[in-house]
């Protein structure tokens, strides 16, 4: 699930960032996109050392 994080000291609605989880087939592993909010253009990409799975948020398994 994306996360938007504003600029600070923002005002308009979408000036910030989203920042997203996605799975690279090719290398294998995770990586955190960092898009622009305002029109979605990439502004970094870090590669994971892990892999993020999917569902990791809304996932709840017993203790036992």
Do not use: C, K
């Amino acid at each position: 699930m994306p996360l938007m994080v504003p600029r600070p000291g923002s005002e308009a609605e979408d000036d910030g960032w989203l920042l997203v989880f996605v799975w690279n087939g090719e290398r294998r592993a995770s990586q955190l996109l960092i898009l622009n909010a305002n029109d979605l253009s990439e502004q970094a990409v870090l590669e994971m050392p892990i892999t993020i799975p999917y569902g990791l948020h809304g996932s709840w398994v017993a203790a036992d």
